[in-house]
């Protein structure tokens, strides 16, 4: 079974589709942030790219100084709209970023 490699989530390029888009989509959304985070500070990237856009070479990117941020919002997000199954899996990764930052800052 071939390893399944990271890949930046693709977003539409025109606005009107990427508004609909964003507004069914989010939780999926919110779920590539967290996997994005997750596979850099498993690989110990200083940045990782987010999303990406179709037809376009426009690339988004999160560094690690913000990913503690995007975390406790996509938490915050998680509990304002009752999803708390979810939440698990934010916590574990911001301990994991905890963990993460811990070993930086002793390097």
């Given at each position: 079974?071939?390893?399944?490699?990271?890949?930046?989530?693709?977003?539409?390029?025109?606005?009107?589709?990427?508004?609909?888009?964003?507004?069914?989509?989010?939780?999926?959304?919110?779920?590539?942030?967290?996997?994005?985070?997750?596979?850099?500070l498993?690989?110990?990237?200083?940045?990782?790219?987010?999303?990406?856009?179709?037809?376009?070479?426009?690339?988004?990117?999160?560094?690690?100084?913000?990913?503690?941020?995007?975390?406790?919002?996509?938490?915050?997000?998680?509990i304002?709209s009752?999803?708390?199954?979810?939440?698990?899996?934010?916590?574990?990764?911001?301990?994991?970023?905890?963990?993460?930052?811990?070993?930086?800052?002793?390097?």
């Amino acid at each position: 079974m071939p390893k399944k490699t990271y890949e930046p989530y693709t977003l539409p390029s025109k606005f009107n589709e990427m508004e609909s888009h964003i507004i069914k989509n989010k939780t999926l959304m919110m779920e590539q942030v967290l996997s994005s985070i997750n596979y850099a500070l498993t690989k110990k990237l200083q940045f990782v790219e987010v999303f990406k856009f179709k037809d376009s070479d426009f690339i988004i990117t999160l560094s690690d100084d913000r990913f503690k941020e995007n975390i406790a919002n996509i938490y915050d997000f998680y509990i304002k709209s009752e999803q708390y199954e979810l939440c698990d899996r934010v916590k574990k990764l911001e301990k994991k970023l905890t963990t993460y930052e811990q070993k930086k800052q002793k390097a």
